[in-house]
């Protein structure tokens, strides 16, 4: 069950122009089978209000990065320093791939639960949540419960919820990846309408290489593990963005490809582990993206 997080946090961090800093960042799992190696030496900054984009092959430590930010595993070695806890606001919120919103709370309660756990005045709450249950259309469904609304519908509560609480940084594992296309789209032009309003740094990963570069300004892209970054690359389009119209440039395809140009090594690589190792089977070389 995914909720927000801003218990166990990594140092914090004091310089104001970099919001996450990783330095030789590695992790390493001990299973019965042996010892695995998810991460190995990874050093990044982000910016402050950087919308930055993690893409790589199945199994490359993407996860277990983005847990590492959230506080919720420690690196092996290496550190961390993710945003600024001030008062009434966490250094970070997560919203996860699937549902992650309480099924037994209404779209109001999951929306308000980060506000009301910090002990946010009731009126400050009713206009925060209000704005963004109104952002993602929501208003009409503030009394409805999660079983009630569309898998699309539960993804805006997630966003609704993690604008609320109003992070430092977001942190975001494939928030839209159960979606059909047509959803996705849609969540995607939402998010970066309500992003655009706060220009909030953005940690989101992704297996699709179009969801990268339609939301990113930046995409970190991933070897294959032991995951490391092989590639940071720099999207150039404009704020705000038209997802469709954005879809429809020359530039936009060339990113895409070259991106692709990056990841097919990777892709190959851990297919091959994969196929070593049939336990856990990859998505990305099945996605090639909707264009
Ligand atoms: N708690 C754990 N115990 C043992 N191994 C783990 C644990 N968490 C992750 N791993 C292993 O670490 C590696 C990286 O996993 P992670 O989930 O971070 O990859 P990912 O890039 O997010 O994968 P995917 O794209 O398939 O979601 C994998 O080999 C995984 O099996």
């Not at 190696?37 to 190995?40: E, R």
């Not at 503030?142 to 609304?149: A, G, K, T, V």
């Not at 032991?226 to 092989?230: C, H, Q, S, T, V």
């Given at each position: 069950m995914g909720a927000e997080t801003?218990?166990?946090?990594?140092t914090k961090r004091q310089?104001?122009?970099?919001?996450v800093a990783v330095r030789a960042v590695a992790k390493r799992f001990d299973t019965r089978s042996g010892t695995v190696?998810?991460?190995?030496e990874l050093t990044l900054d982000i910016p402050r209000g950087q919308f930055f984009m993690i893409v790589g092959p199945s199994g490359c430590g993407k996860t277990t990065l983005l847990r590492i930010l959230a506080g919720l595993e420690d690196p092996t070695t290496g550190e961390v320093e993710v945003g600024t806890a001030t008062e009434g606001r966490p250094e970070n919120s997560m919203i996860f791939q699937g549902d992650s919103i309480f099924?037994?709370?209404t779209v109001w309660d999951n929306a308000s639960y980060g506000l009301r756990m910090r002990g946010v005045p009731s009126g400050k709450i009713r206009e925060v949540v209000g704005h963004y249950l109104d952002k993602t259309g929501l208003t009409a469904f503030?009394?409805?419960?999660?079983?009630?609304?569309s898998g699309g519908m539960r993804q805006r509560v997630s966003i609704a919820r993690a604008f609320a609480n109003d992070p430092d940084v977001l942190l975001m594992d494939e928030?839209?990846?159960?979606?059909d296309e047509q959803n996705k789209t849609l969540l995607q032009s939402e998010l970066l309408r309500i992003w655009d309003e706060t220009r909030k740094t953005v940690v989101f990963i992704t297996h699709s290489v179009d969801e990268a570069v339609t939301l990113g300004d930046r995409i970190m892209v991933m070897t294959s593990r032991?995951?490391?970054?092989?590639a940071f690359v720099e999207v150039p389009f404009e704020r705000p963005r038209d997802v469709l119209e954005l879809r429809h440039r020359p530039e936009y395809g060339d990113i895409v490809y070259d991106i692709w140009q990056q990841l097919r090594d990777e892709v190959e690589r851990s297919q091959q582990a994969q196929a070593a190792a049939p336990a856990r089977r990859g998505r990305f070389g099945l996605r090639r993206g909707g264009r």
């Open positions: 801003a218990a166990v946090a990594p310089d104001t122009d970099v919001k190696t998810a991460l190995d099924p037994w709370m503030r009394d409805s419960y999660p079983h009630q609304l928030p839209f990846s159960a979606l032991p995951g490391n970054a092989k």
